[in-house]
């Protein structure tokens, strides 16, 4: 079956502009995660939602970033007022149920704000 | 910084020899992962480790958890070229958290 996909894989943004990354997860994964990934580091993460409730969004680091999962399938990342200090790669991944899960990752969105 | 640290940062072998990677965290966890990735590309998983397990196999793969250190291992044996990533552990204590990782090379 479909992976997880994300949309669009590479995204160019002047400072200042606000951009929105799409997550499509698995069908049916009930978990829903981002994480942010500088070069050469791991995944750091962001927010985490169980269908549409967003459990935990205590590592988005600023009230820029806002992530939201309405209809509990679709995700998106929305980053307002963009910094240059925000380019990375976006990762989002699904799980069956909860954080204990085994992780499917999309390929992610790589951000780099000029 | 929120993540766990892995030890090497890079590591270089040939093909056919064992690759060790090591991993520490700092909560209490329900379970600890190991993820791959390779260049440019998601994270793909590889084994589940669960807190009162003190070893895993699977594969070539092997992975110990001793949670009196906080501390966990990865044993890749017989490695391929096809192996050449960076290795990631992560902890699912009161969040998800990514270790720094391990630049694995295996040279043919």
């Known amino acids: 079956g479909a992976g997880v996909s994300q949309s669009p894989r590479y995204k160019v943004a002047k400072r200042g502009q606000d951009v929105a990354l799409r997550c499509d997860p698995i069908s049916g994964h009930v978990s829903l995660f981002w994480y942010q990934q500088a070069l050469g580091q791991g995944p750091e993460f962001l927010t985490y939602f169980q269908n549409e409730a967003q459990l935990d969004k205590s590592g988005l680091p600023s009230d820029r970033f806002f992530a939201e999962r309405p209809e509990g399938s679709v995700s998106t990342l929305k980053i307002q007022r963009t910094q240059q200090e925000d380019s990375a790669v976006y990762l989002c991944?699904?799980?069956?149920?909860?954080?204990?899960?085994?992780?499917?990752f999309g390929p992610g969105t790589r951000l780099t704000v000029t | 910084s929120q993540q766990g640290e892995e030890d090497p940062q890079a590591l270089s072998i040939q093909e056919g020899e064992n690759a060790t990677m090591n991993c520490s965290y700092k909560?209490?966890?329900?379970?600890l992962q190991w993820y791959r990735q390779n260049s440019g590309r998601g994270l793909v998983h590889l084994i589940l480790i669960r807190s009162n397990e003190r070893e895993k196999h699977s594969g070539r793969l092997r992975v110990t958890l001793d949670t009196s250190k906080k501390s966990s291992s990865l044993l890749i044996t017989a490695s391929r070229a096809a192996d050449t990533a960076s290795y990631f552990c992560a902890t699912d204590g009161s969040t998800f958290i990514f270790g720094s990782g391990t630049r694995l090379s295996v040279k043919p």
């Open positions: 909560t209490s966890i329900n379970n």
């Open positions: 991944a699904s799980s069956l149920a909860g954080k204990e899960r085994q992780q499917y």
